[in-house]
């Protein structure tokens, strides 16, 4: 199970820090991911990384921006988003793949959380 916590309301150019607890299931050797949905669009790739080598893998949009890292003691995996803008508006999941290396396809992620609604005001 994911929880997924920290999103909110956040003027362009600000920051947040997204988090995703993970409980059940041997968490520390899962890839994890962060997808997002805007309004009106399709759900898309934002950011993995591995559960062992820990380097991550960013959409061309976020590179530079946000940043994914992981604590296996806490089961948890977290999105530092900053420099944000307008167009990061979404709802954010996090979601863990048991196998396999880093993914930017949805399908081939086995757990999704519920989603945090992030809104960026211009």
């Known amino acids: 199970q994911l929880q997924a916590s920290g999103g909110g309301l956040v003027q362009a150019g600000g920051s947040l820090r997204l988090s995703c607890a993970a409980s059940?299931?041997?968490?520390?050797?899962?890839?994890m991911g962060w997808f997002r949905r805007a309004p009106g669009k399709e759900r898309e790739f934002v950011t993995a990384?591995?559960?062992?080598?820990?380097?991550?893998y960013y959409a061309d949009s976020v590179k530079g921006r946000f940043a994914i890292f992981r604590d296996n003691a806490k089961s948890t995996v977290y999105l530092q988003m900053n420099s944000l803008k307008p167009e990061d508006t979404a709802v954010y999941y996090c979601?863990?793949?048991?196998?396999?290396?880093?993914?930017?396809?949805?399908?081939?992620?086995?757990?999704w959380g519920q989603g945090t609604q992030v809104t960026v005001s211009s």
């Open positions: 059940g299931g041997t968490f520390s050797s899962y890839t």
């Open positions: 979601a863990a793949r048991r196998r396999g290396a880093l993914s930017s396809i949805l399908a081939e992620y086995d757990y």
């Open positions: 990384i591995r559960w062992d080598i820990g380097l991550p």
